[in-house]
T-cell receptor
Framework: DQQVKQNSPSLSVQEGRISILNCDYT??????FLWYKKYPAEGPTFLIS?????DKNEDGRFTVFLNKSAKHLSLHIVPSQPGDSAVYFC????????????FGGGTRLMVKP | DSGVTQTPKHLITATGQRVTLRCSPR?????VYWYQQSLDQGLQFLIQ???????AKGNILERFSAQQFPDLHSELNLSSLELGDSALYFC????????????FGNGTRLTVT
């Protein structure tokens, strides 16, 4: 049973445009959500997070939106740059069940110059 | 650089063998997590240690075991290896604090032939 799902395995965007990556979850106990970026031959790198008490968190070009009623979160990258090309993983945690994260399957983002 | 160090980077071994993967967490982090990533899939949680004690267990096979030593480094032992154990194994560390992200190492790529 996949508790965190990223339904788009890949996404292609033109440089300068907006990239929107989506993630859905099923466990209503999740209360902390994160996005990680992964380049080949490297480990996942923490990008941005959001607590369930918020519906938006912004850090530079990156914004994460959380819709708790829909159990959906998204990552917006504006403007997209070729260096953003990577695999993006959504992850979630139930803070009352420990610190481990449950990951989605990832979305490969390709930003074309 | 996340500050999490994993060795070796690559490991090639035969079926039936046993290997040990090593992880040094970020300075100050007491929690260590092990994850497995197979065939460009999402990361599957295996096990967590906190200050030397097992804290949480995920989808870890009985053939796999882990420990965390007094200096906080951790080892993941994989025995009676099968072809299907070929994967990337990531270690992550964190402070044991609500809403704190995990920081990942660059992984060990295990190939079982």
């Amino acid at each position: 049973d996949q508790q965190v799902k990223q339904n788009s395995p890949s996404l292609s965007v033109q440089e300068g445009r907006i990239s929107i990556l989506n993630c859905d979850y099923t466990n209503s106990m999740f209360d902390y959500f994160l996005w990680y970026k992964k380049y080949p031959a490297e480990g996942p790198t923490f990008l941005i997070s959001i607590s369930s008490i918020k519906d938006k968190n912004e850090d530079g070009r990156f914004t994460v939106f959380l819709n708790k009623s829909a159990k959906h979160l998204s990552l917006h990258i504006v403007p997209s740059q070729p260096g953003d090309s990577a695999v993006y993983f959504c992850a979630a945690r139930d803070n009352n069940a420990g610190n481990m994260l449950t990951f989605g399957g990832g979305t490969r983002l390709m930003v074309k110059p | 650089d996340s500050g999490v160090t994993q060795t070796p980077k690559h490991l090639i071994t035969a079926t039936g063998q046993r290997v040990t993967l090593r992880c040094s967490p970020r300075s100050g982090d007491l929690s260590v997590y092990w994850y497995q990533q197979s065939l460009d899939q999402g990361l599957q949680f295996l096990i967590q240690y906190y200050n030397g004690e097992e804290r949480a267990k995920g989808n870890i096979l009985e053939r796999f075991s882990a420990q965390q030593f007094p200096d906080l480094h951790s080892e993941l032992n994989l025995s009676s290896l099968e072809l299907g154990d070929s994967a990337l194994y990531f270690c992550a560390s964190s402070v044991e604090q609500e809403n704190s992200p995990l920081h990942f190492g660059n992984g060990t790529r295990l190939t079982v032939t």
